[in-house]
T-cell receptor, first 114, second 106 residues
Framework: DTAVSQTPKYLVTQMGNDKSIKCEQN?????MYWYKQDSKKFLKIMFS???????INETVPNRFSPKSPDKAHLNLHINSLELGDSAVYFC?????????????FGPGTRLTVL | KNEVEQSPQNLTAQEGEFITINCSYS?????LHWLQQHPGGGIVSLFM???GKKKHGRLIATINIQEKHSSLHITASHPRDSAVYIC????????FGTGTRLTIIP
């Protein structure tokens, strides 16, 4: 059973399009995260939700909008895609909020904007 | 300057060698995460430690909170250990190191 799953695994799209990445965890965790890994493999947090409430919102363009319909799901919607949005996006979850808790990562979604 | 620094950035070693990867951080924390990113891209949490030493199989992680330094050791390294190893410091959020790309040659 996959603990943290993301779809799609690969996403290739044109500049200006709107796209969504979905994330689901079946671990019963309260907290979910979105991370961006750039071309230099550097990971950086974008958002964190705890029980469907936004608790971390880093400085990302407001073209990025997370949505958590329930605590098992955290989707990422991106409007007006730009070349610089090309990256690998990882979803993760942890039992509770707080970065001292072990995090479980999804397989990543490689987004390529042409 | 990143708050979490790792060294070396790249490491190539022969199978069987003892491997050490270092992590230094400037943020005030009381624990540290070590993660492994496989060549296929998946990320796995290896350790979270707040003091002393933790061991899991051939992997050993140590931390010195006062000196703000942690090390990840791999004994009897194997080609399947080839991956990127990332340390991460928890504060308000996880702050990641730049990663160490390890390649073990058979």
């Amino acid at each position: 059973d996959t603990a943290v799953s993301q779809t799609p695994k690969y996403l290739v799209t044109q500049m200006g399009n709107d796209k969504s990445i979905k994330c689901e965890q079946n671990l019963g965790h309260d907290t979910m995260y979105w991370y961006k890994q750039d071309s230099k493999k550097f990971l950086k947090i974008m958002f964190s939700y705890n029980n469907k409430e936004l608790i971390i919102n880093e400085t990302v363009p407001n073209r990025f909008s997370p949505k958590s319909p329930d605590k098992a799901h955290l989707n990422l919607h991106i409007n007006s895609l730009e070349l610089g949005d090309s990256a690998v996006y990882f979803c993760a979850s942890s039992l509770m909020a707080g970065s001292y808790n072990e995090q479980f990562f999804g397989p990543g979604t490689r987004l390529t904007v042409l | 300057k990143n708050e979490v620094e790792q060294s070396p950035q790249n490491l190539t070693a022969q199978e069987g060698e003892f491997i050490t990867i270092n992590c230094s951080y400037s943020v005030g924390i009381s624990a540290l995460h070590w993660l492994q990113q496989h060549p296929g891209g998946g990320i796995v949490s290896l350790f979270m430690l707040s003091s002393g030493k933790k061991k899991h199989g051939r992997l050993i992680a140590t931390i010195n909170i006062q000196e703000k330094h942690s090390s990840l050791h791999i004994t009897a390294s194997h080609p399947r250990d080839s991956a990127v190893y990332i340390c991460a410091a928890p504060s308000e959020k996880l702050t990641f190191g730049t990663g160490t790309r390890l390649t073990i040659i058979p």
